[in-house]
C-alpha cells in the first residue's frame, strides 16, 4: 500500500529534524573534545606573543588586523585605494581610530 | 480526529504543490540556497570569533607601538627602560617581528623571535604553510634573501604543528641574532614592546600613561586586540553586507509575490474549495501547511547543508574569497562553535515571515464569496 503524502512529508521533515539535532549534539561534544588543542594553542600564543589569527596573508593589515594602523591600506597616496581583495571581508579594528600618537 | 483532519488538509496541499511541480520546487531550491548562504556566513563567523577569543585571550596585554606620520616604526628599545618603571608593569619585552615577501613563490611570511624558546642562530622553525609550498621538512636547509639581497641560510629545526595553522602557518621563528642580521634592524630597536600587567583593570591607566610619557605612540590593549576579531566579519564590512542584502532582497521578492495576491489559478481553487464546503479555517490551515511545508523544508536542508559546508569541507565555498591573493592560506577545520540563538533568530526570520505572507492573501480571498472568487 502506497504512503500517504501527509506520512512521507512529515516523516522526512522528521527525518531531517533529527539529523539537525544529530549534527547540533554532536557538535556540542567535538567542542568539548576540543578543550586539550586550545589548551596547546593558547600555550603558543603566550610562547611566541602573538596577538593575530593567521587567515589572511596577502597584506599586512589584514595579516595583522590588530596591529595595523590606518594608512596602510591605502599604502602611500590620497588616491592608492585599498586594494586587496580581503580587505573588503574585513571592517577595521575599532582601536584604530584613537589612542594614536599626537605625531600621527 | 483533529490530527486526522490536519493530515487530510496537508494531503490535499501536498498534492496541490505537486501539481505546480516545477513552480514549487524552483522555489524550494532558491529558498534552501538563501538559507544556506546566511547560515554558512552565521556559522563561518561565529565560530571564526570563537575560536579567536579563545586563542587569543592570552595575547600580550598591552603592545606599545611607535608611529611616524600615521604608521608605525621601528621602536627604540631604552623606550621599554622608562615604561617599565610605570606602576603596575610587571616587565616589558622588546618584541622582533615582521615581513619578508617571497619574490620566487609571491608569498608573504611572517618573521618573529619567539619569546621562549627560540631557534639557535642559523636555525629556524617553519610553519607548516611555508613548509607545504616549499616541500621543506625539519633537517632540511632553506634559503631567504635578507634586506640586502645577500641569501641567507638556515637548517629547520622542526615545522610548527599543523593543528596550529590558524596561528602559525605563515611563521618563521628565528633567534634575535638572525632577525637582526636579516631585517638589517638596529640593535637598540625592536618592532614593539610587549607589557605584562598585573591588574587587568590597569590597562587603561596604563596605556594613557604611556602615550603622555611618549606621545607618538600607539598602545594596543588585549581587550581591543580581542573586539578586533569580534568585529571582524561585522555585517557592514564590504562582501557581508552585499550578501546580506542579496538574501534580504530575495526575501523582499517572496514576500511581495506572496503578499501581491494569488494566481488566477490559486483563487479559483480556493473558490472551489469554498462552494463544496471547505470553511475559511480549513483554507488557512491549507495555505498554513503550504507555507509550512517549503519554507521548513528549506530551513532544515539550508542549515544541514551550511553546517556540512563550513564544518565538514572547510568552507570550499568561500576558500577563493577568503584566500584573496594570498599565495599562503591555512588548510584549517574550525571548531564547530554555534550560537543557537543565531539558528534560532534564522528560523523566525525565515520560515514565519513566508508563512505568514502565504496565509494574508489567501484569507483574503478565502472570505469573499465562492462565485466572487471564480468569476
Known amino acids: 500500500m502506497a504512503l500517504r503524502r501527509s506520512t512521507t512529508y512529515l516523516g522526512t521533515t522528521a527525518g531531517l529534524f533529527l539529523v539537525l539535532v544529530g549534527i547540533f549534539l554532536h557538535t556540542s561534544w567535538e567542542v568539548l573534545a576540543s578543550r586539550p588543542i586550545y589548551a596547546r594553542k593558547t600555550a603558543l600564543v603566550r610562547q611566541l606573543e602573538l596577538t593575530d589569527l593567521c587567515l589572511f596573508t596577502e597584506a599586512s593589515y589584514t595579516r595583522h588586523l590588530s596591529m595595523t594602523d590606518p594608512s596602510t591600506p591605502f599604502q602611500d597616496a590620497p588616491m592608492s585605494l585599498e586594494h586587496f581583495p580581503t580587505g573588503a571581508l574585513v571592517g577595521p579594528p575599532r582601536h584604530l581610530m584613537r589612542n594614536h600618537g599626537y605625531g600621527d | ?375
Open chain 2, 1 to 375: 480526529m483533529v490530527i486526522e483532519r490536519h493530515l487530510h488538509i496537508l494531503d490535499f496541499t501536498l498534492s496541490s504543490l505537486l501539481r505546480r511541480k516545477g513552480k514549487n520546487g524552483a522555489l524550494l531550491l532558491v529558498y534552501t540556497l538563501i538559507v544556506f548562504i546566511l547560515a554558512s556566513v552565521l556559522f563561518f563567523t561565529h565560530a571564526l570569533k570563537r575560536e579567536a577569543a579563545l586563542v587569543l585571550k592570552d595575547a600580550p596585554e598591552i603592545v606599545v607601538q611607535h608611529t611616524l606620520t600615521g604608521r608605525y616604526q621601528p621602536i627604540p628599545v631604552a623606550w621599554g627602560d622608562r615604561i617599565g618603571k610605570i606602576n603596575g608593569v610587571i616587565s616589558v619585552r622588546p618584541r622582533l617581528w615582521g615581513y619578508h615577501y617571497d619574490t620566487l613563490l609571491m608569498a608573504n611570511y611572517t618573521l618573529m623571535v619567539p619569546a621562549e624558546n627560540p631557534p639557535g642562530p642559523g636555525s629556524i622553525d617553519l610553519g607548516s604553510g611555508i613548509s607545504r609550498t616549499h616541500g621543506a621538512n625539519s633537517g632540511d636547509m632553506i634559503a631567504f634573501a635578507g634586506h640586502d639581497g645577500v641569501p641567507r641560510m638556515f637548517t629547520i629545526r622542526k615545522i610548527l604543528d599543523s593543528e596550529s595553522q590558524l596561528l602559525t602557518s605563515d611563521l618563521i621563528l628565528l633567534s634575535e641574532k638572525d632577525y637582526r642580521d636579516f631585517s638589517g634592524i638596529a640593535a637598540d630597536q625592536a618592532t614593539d614592546l610587549t607589557l605584562r600587567v598585573r591588574n587587568p583593570r590597569e590597562y587603561a591607566t596604563i596605556a594613557e600613561k604611556i602615550t603622555r610619557m611618549y606621545p607618538d605612540t600607539r598602545p594596543i590593549m588585549r581587550s581591543e586586540i580581542l573586539r578586533t576579531y569580534d568585529a571582524v566579519f561585522g555585517w557592514r564590512s564590504g562582501l557581508m553586507i552585499v550578501i546580506l542584502s542579496a538574501a534580504a532582497l530575495a526575501f523582499i521578492i517572496f514576500a511581495w509575490d506572496k503578499a501581491t495576491g494569488l494566481s488566477a489559478e490559486e483563487r479559483k481553487e480556493i473558490g472551489i474549495l469554498k462552494a463544496i464546503g471547505w470553511e475559511t479555517s480549513d483554507i488557512l490551515m491549507m495555505k498554513f501547511w503550504e507555507g509550512t511545508a517549503i519554507s521548513l523544508t528549506a530551513f532544515l536542508l539550508g542549515v544541514i547543508l551550511a553546517h556540512v559546508h563550513v564544518f565538514s569541507t572547510s568552507s570550499a565555498l568561500f576558500a577563493p574569497v577568503l584566500k584573496g591573493w594570498s599565495t599562503l592560506y591555512p588548510s584549517f577545520r574550525l571548531t564547530p562553535f554555534i550560537d543557537f540563538g543565531q539558528v534560532a533568530t534564522l528560523f523566525f526570520l525565515t520560515v514565519v515571515p513566508y508563512t505568514i505572507t502565504t496565509i494574508v492573501p489567501s484569507w483574503r480571498a478565502a472570505t469573499i464569496e465562492p462565485d466572487a472568487v471564480m468569476r
